[in-house]
């Protein structure tokens, strides 16, 4: 069984900083792509940063300068740093693994998979 587990949400005023990590276990053959993404109520899920396996990183506009990911590949784990938080940072946060190949039995799988998701809330 895979799993993705966050932590790191909280309550946060304007202008501070909070960190993000993302760890995966269970029967891990592989981890490419792994990303960060976002759901603020009322809105849609929304791509925040992404790393690649090699450490290639993208980042959407609204966090450019502000956020950071990053990754330690023999912890499994992603993480998402992100300061001078503003109020639209606001949302759940959730973790993603693209194309995370995983044995089930003796079977090599791939698939995507997304953890359970943490809240960010940003005080204005």
């Known amino acids: 069984q895979v799993q993705l587990v966050e932590s790191g949400g909280g309550l946060v005023q304007a202008g501070g900083s909070l960190s993000l990590s993302c760890a995966a276990s269970?029967?891990?053959?592989?981890?490419?792509?792994m990303g960060w993404y976002r759901q603020a109520p009322g809105k849609q899920r929304e791509l925040v940063a992404d790393?690649?396996?090699?450490?290639?990183?993208k980042y959407a506009d609204s966090v450019k300068g502000r956020f950071t990911i990053s990754r330690d590949n023999a912890k499994k784990t992603v993480y998402l740093q992100m300061n001078s938080l503003k109020f639209e940072d606001t949302a759940v946060y959730y973790c993603?693994?693209?194309?995370?190949?995983?044995?089930?039995?003796?079977?090599?799988?791939?698939?995507?998979?997304w953890g359970q998701g943490t809240q960010v809330t940003v005080s204005s």
């Open positions: 269970g029967r891990l053959f592989s981890l490419n792509t």
């Open positions: 790393i690649t396996s090699s450490g290639s990183t």
């Open positions: 993603k693994a693209e194309n995370l190949a995983y044995y089930s039995g003796s079977n090599l799988k791939v698939g995507d998979y």
